[in-house]
Every structure is written in structure tokens, then in C-alpha cells.
Nanobody, 122 residues
């Protein structure tokens, strides 16, 4: 069973950039599809994007062209590079491990991190 830990969250101005990391331990992430979700206050989890074990990516329309997911299997880490952040991007961001990067639902992912807070000021 893999454990996931997100880091890199913080406060950023609208239009700014931030890179989140998701470090795996206990097991290699290289065989997992890795997803990123976010949960804004008072809202449900929202799919942000995912990356397959091969490096194929899938993004929500709301972040396409602004967010990029990558993975470094040697470091057992997955990244979410966020650019042109908007105030509505304020949320807790979670990484999750699953079997298919096509899945946009939380039920498609087996292991979850604790999340990291991102706050975007206008």
C-alpha cells in the first residue's frame, strides 16, 4: 500500500504560479495512474487532472492550458504545476493513486494524500 504526501501549497496572487508535489512512500508510484483533485470550501471534490504510468495526461477543461502534471519515477514523486491561477482555484489539493488516468471520479482512485491548501488572492 502506498502512502502519499502532498506539499507545496501556500498563498499566491491571482495570475501567479505554484508547483505542488506528491511524494510516495512504501511502494513505487511508477505503476500507478496518479490523479489530482481539489476541494473548495463547501464544494465536492473536483477532478483536476491525471497522468498515466506512461506519462499520458488528462485534464479538466477548467485547467487545460494552465496546469501541467508530470512525474519523476526516480524520485517517486508526481507534480502539479499551476500557472495563471484564479481566485476560484482556492482549495485543498489532493493527489491520489489509481489504476486508470481516464478516471475523473474519486471512486477511481485507491490511495489518497492528506491534501495541501492553496489560497489564491485577488
Amino acid at each position: 500500500q502506498v502512502q502519499l504526501e502532498e506539499s507545496g501549497g501556500g498563498l499566491v496572487q491571482a495570475g501567479g504560479s505554484l508547483r505542488l508535489s506528491c511524494a510516495g512512500s512504501g511502494r513505487t508510484l511508477s505503476t500507478y495512474a496518479m490523479g489530482w483533485f481539489r476541494r473548495a470550501p463547501g464544494k465536492e471534490h473536483e477532478f483536476v487532472g491525471a497522468i498515466s504510468w506512461r506519462g499520458n495526461t488528462n485534464y479538466a477543461d477548467s485547467v487545460k492550458g494552465r496546469f501541467t502534471i508530470s512525474r519523476d519515477n526516480a524520485k517517486n514523486t508526481v507534480y502539479l504545476q499551476m500557472s495563471s491561477l484564479k481566485p476560484e482555484g482556492k482549495a485543498v489539493y489532493y493527489c491520489a493513486a489509481g489504476s486508470s488516468y481516464d478516471s475523473t471520479k474519486i471512486s477511481g482512485y485507491e490511495q489518497w494524500g492528506q491534501g495541501t491548501q492553496v489560497t489564491v488572492s485577488s
